[in-house]
């Protein structure tokens, strides 16, 4: 099980740091990876990280911008967003992954999201 917190209402220029918690599994031995979805938009990728938090992958679009992280001692993805846009409004999910893939189709377990919403 993936949970998501961190989401809110927040201005053009703040931050936001997102958790994602898991419980019920191998939690060290899995990639994990922060999606998004906009209204009527489809799911895109936002970032992974590796099982070990060694290597990290961006899309191009948050890149310099956000950070993801992982605690495996903790059990938890972060994933850190400076200088939010009013196009980073969406539907933020974690997903777990063996491999750290770009593609959402390749991720065995999702979160239930959670909202972030950038107001100009």
């Given at each position: 099980?993936?949970?998501?917190?961190?989401?809110?209402?927040?201005?053009?220029?703040?931050?936001?740091?997102?958790?994602?918690?898991?419980?019920?599994?191998?939690?060290?031995?899995?990639?994990?990876?922060?999606?998004?979805?906009?209204?009527?938009?489809?799911?895109?990728?936002v970032?992974?990280?590796?099982?070990?938090?060694?290597?990290?992958?961006?899309?191009?679009?948050v890149?310099?911008?956000?950070?993801i992280?992982?605690?495996?001692?903790?059990?938890?993805?972060?994933?850190?967003?400076?200088?939010?846009?009013?196009?980073?409004?969406?539907?933020?999910?974690?997903?777990?992954?063996?491999?750290?893939?770009?593609?959402?189709?390749?991720?065995?377990?999702?979160?239930?999201?959670?909202?972030?919403?950038?107001?100009?």
């Amino acid at each position: 099980q993936l949970v998501e917190s961190g989401g809110g209402l927040v201005q053009a220029g703040d931050s936001l740091r997102l958790s994602c918690v898991a419980s019920g599994r191998s939690f060290s031995t899995y990639a994990m990876g922060w999606f998004r979805q906009a209204p009527g938009k489809e799911r895109e990728f936002v970032a992974a990280i590796t099982w070990s938090g060694k290597s990290t992958y961006y899309a191009d679009s948050v890149k310099g911008r956000f950070t993801i992280s992982r605690d495996n001692a903790k059990n938890t993805v972060y994933l850190q967003m400076n200088a939010l846009k009013p196009e980073d409004t969406a539907v933020y999910y974690c997903a777990a992954d063996p491999y750290a893939s770009r593609f959402g189709d390749e991720y065995d377990y999702w979160g239930q999201g959670t909202q972030v919403t950038v107001y100009s």
